[in-house]
């Protein structure tokens, strides 16, 4: 299914939350199953399934990254479930490196500081790669599209790392 | 999900955590990372003139199974020759420590990182 299609927006990375929430409500209220209840069974059971469907491409639209794979996979370049090791040494060291960060903040005489180190890290990195992943979708060829997919697989660990580093600073508090 | 008692025990007790000098050249390093949940493990072997790995060491970030997975894999290459480590599968640590399906992927990670290691030492020594 083309959740793009779906939601009458433009197949491409660059997405207005704003409206992508707005023709949510509306599909929503379309395909609310109470509006369909005098309807047949047919009927009522294609508005669930719709219901659900516009649930799923909501959800997938709203993250960048699920909107990067869908993309992706309509274009024929499936990623997501995939079990296959990232190998990139200097790409892991790195978040090697990060991670060694991360699990020096409970000891370390100042955590905050060190909580403030990291963030700043991740967000520039993840802002850096969330660029580069909108430059090779936009390109719409296979070449950037195999770019693009493993920008996706890159910015999967830098997102780890956020929820790590939330995880941290909650215990913190 | 339950972890078995073997996983357990390497997650509680991991064997040779720690590091080796990168630029020692009898040391090869392999790197391999899980995007779909954001593991990353490296694994590095201390190999002689011989090709007989005398040492391992590895760190992981990652889940208990992806921790026991590598702790098991530095106890099984020590006193392998390489050739020997690289016949180590993924489904041989998976059926030792007992991984659910859902958990084959941390054993497919410390079969890649033997791999990684060896095409590094390879790389390294010219062969």
């Given at each position: 299914m083309n959740y793009f299609q779906l939601f009458h927006l433009p197949a491409q990375f660059e997405l207005d939350l704003t409206e992508l929430g707005t023709r949510y409500l509306e599909l929503q209220r379309q395909f609310h199953p109470d509006k369909h209840a005098a309807g047949s069974e047919r009927d009522k059971l294609m508005a669930v399934q719709q219901a659900a469907n516009i649930n799923d491409a909501y959800h997938s639209l709203k993250q960048p990254l699920l909107r990067a794979e869908h993309l992706l996979a309509l274009r024929g370049l499936k990623i997501s479930n995939e079990q296959r090791s990232f190998m990139e040494p200097a790409f892991l060291m790195q978040q090697m490196e990060l991670r060694e960060l991360l699990a020096e903040i409970s000891d370390a005489a100042d955590p905050d500081a060190l909580i403030d180190e990291a963030d700043q890290q991740i967000q520039q990195q993840k802002k850096a790669l969330l660029r580069q992943l909108q430059s090779a979708l936009d390109a719409n060829n296979p070449e950037h599209d195999h770019q693009a997919a493993d920008i996706i697989r890159k910015l999967k660990f830098f997102f780890k790392l956020q929820h790590e580093l939330e995880l941290i600073e909650q215990t913190q508090d | 999900m339950a972890y078995s008692t073997k996983v357990i025990d390497h997650y509680e007790n991991p064997r040779n955590v720690g590091s080796f000098?990168?630029?020692?050249?009898?040391i090869a390093t392999g790197m391999v990372g899980a995007p779909a949940c954001g593991d990353v493990m490296k694994l590095q072997l201390k190999i002689n003139d011989q090709g007989i790995i005398e040492d391992a060491k590895f760190k992981t970030y990652g889940c208990g199974s992806a921790i026991a997975s590598s702790s098991l894999v530095t106890e099984w290459v020590k006193g392998k020759s390489i050739d020997e480590a690289a016949l180590i599968k993924n489904t041989d640590i998976a059926q030792e420590l007992a991984l659910p399906p859902v958990k084959i992927h941390c054993s497919i990670l410390a079969e890649d990182a033997i791999k990684a290691a060896i095409a590094d030492y390879k790389q390294r020594h010219g062969n």
């Amino acid at each position: 299914m083309n959740y793009f299609q779906l939601f009458h927006l433009p197949a491409q990375f660059e997405l207005d939350l704003t409206e992508l929430g707005t023709r949510y409500l509306e599909l929503q209220r379309q395909f609310h199953p109470d509006k369909h209840a005098a309807g047949s069974e047919r009927d009522k059971l294609m508005a669930v399934q719709q219901a659900a469907n516009i649930n799923d491409a909501y959800h997938s639209l709203k993250q960048p990254l699920l909107r990067a794979e869908h993309l992706l996979a309509l274009r024929g370049l499936k990623i997501s479930n995939e079990q296959r090791s990232f190998m990139e040494p200097a790409f892991l060291m790195q978040q090697m490196e990060l991670r060694e960060l991360l699990a020096e903040i409970s000891d370390a005489a100042d955590p905050d500081a060190l909580i403030d180190e990291a963030d700043q890290q991740i967000q520039q990195q993840k802002k850096a790669l969330l660029r580069q992943l909108q430059s090779a979708l936009d390109a719409n060829n296979p070449e950037h599209d195999h770019q693009a997919a493993d920008i996706i697989r890159k910015l999967k660990f830098f997102f780890k790392l956020q929820h790590e580093l939330e995880l941290i600073e909650q215990t913190q508090d | 999900m339950a972890y078995s008692t073997k996983v357990i025990d390497h997650y509680e007790n991991p064997r040779n955590v720690g590091s080796f000098a990168k630029d020692d050249p009898s040391i090869a390093t392999g790197m391999v990372g899980a995007p779909a949940c954001g593991d990353v493990m490296k694994l590095q072997l201390k190999i002689n003139d011989q090709g007989i790995i005398e040492d391992a060491k590895f760190k992981t970030y990652g889940c208990g199974s992806a921790i026991a997975s590598s702790s098991l894999v530095t106890e099984w290459v020590k006193g392998k020759s390489i050739d020997e480590a690289a016949l180590i599968k993924n489904t041989d640590i998976a059926q030792e420590l007992a991984l659910p399906p859902v958990k084959i992927h941390c054993s497919i990670l410390a079969e890649d990182a033997i791999k990684a290691a060896i095409a590094d030492y390879k790389q390294r020594h010219g062969n």
